[in-house]
């Protein structure tokens, strides 16, 4: 039984509403064109020699190859990661740890596992990871509720190790990402209020020596954040233009494929990290306003699925997608909005790429089958 363990959930398990939840597919398919919409227009004078047409067909392949990964996945019973869950934990470990002897160095940044056929990111899968070993481990500590210092040592490690290797490649984007995930998780179990104010002062107070050991660029990032104006055609300009995009688009937008900033290449990776600009830019608040509206009914969908899971382990889950897809969409909007530090974490569904894509979609993919496994068994 889930969390619930009400009327509702013997009504959800006997609906067919239950049994795939066409709903919230919906919602994913409808933001992956307005991704499609957005990529075609911020390639439209052309990205690395591709035409917009391509890249629009590359998003294309890659948001079917995630539908069908959502299909297949299904075939599975998702208590079979259940069992697995400290193996694929430890297994993405050993592959984290490994990249900074065996990595493939780009952009400055050893992140990357060269097999061959792909160059595989390990700090990636590392999030479910994280996310199915946290859950593994709460579902046998049946007991806690509320956590103190000496109960956050174990679920502490689990997040911290992973997150710290991350951070140290360096990518302090998605490793601060991977222990946002985590914590949602150790906040959802029950963390003592006592400890929640000790952390948060602990981490005010430390912030000058972490500050120190960061690299010079992302010392710059911080900079530039709290004021993009003191360097603004170097440091601060993509902030800057970004921010111009985002207003400059007012109530209903500029139009389709008129927008300047976009247009003009003043913002960058205008595809990928910074695609909602061309959002703002072009529909304007009204189009911001539908994309917020799909992505919480999408959550939504999400909460209820996690809510009624059939285990503590499916609900632990589905709190840590949830945690995970959320934070990714609050830090990449305020991002783009001159509200947080600039990092390189894409918009789930809509930015342009491979990896993204296929990220998301497994993700979505657990969490359609912890539901639909709810009521077949």
Known sequence: MG???SQEAEDFATSEESRFDWSLMISVV????IGMLLIFSATTNGFGGESATAMVTKQLIFSTGGLILIGLFMLMDYRLIDRLAYLIYGANLLLLASVPFLGVTRLGARRWLNFGFLNFQPSETMKFATILALAKYFQEKSDMKSM?????????????VPGLLTI??????????????GTTILLFVGIRSRVIWISLLLAIVSFPLAYQKLKPYQQDRIKTFIDPMADPQGQGYNALQSMIAVGSGQLSGKGFRKGTQTQLD????????FIFTVLAEEWGFVGCALLFGLYCFFFSRCIRIASLARDKFGSLVCVGIIGMLVSQVLINVSMVS?????????????SYGGTSMLTVCLAIAIVQNIGYRRSIF
């Open 30 to 33: 409808a933001i992956m064109l």
């Open 3 to 5: 969390l619930l363990g």
């Open 168 to 181: 140290t490649q360096p990518d302090l984007g998605t490793g601060g990402h991977l222990m946002i995930t």
């Open 148 to 160: 103190g210092f000496r109960d956050l040592i174990i679920p502490g490690l689990i997040v911290a």
């Open 338 to 350: 001159g509200m947080f530090p600039i990092v390189g974490i894409p918009l789930p569904m809509l």
């Open 266 to 273: 003043f913002t960058p990776e205008h595809h990928t990290d």
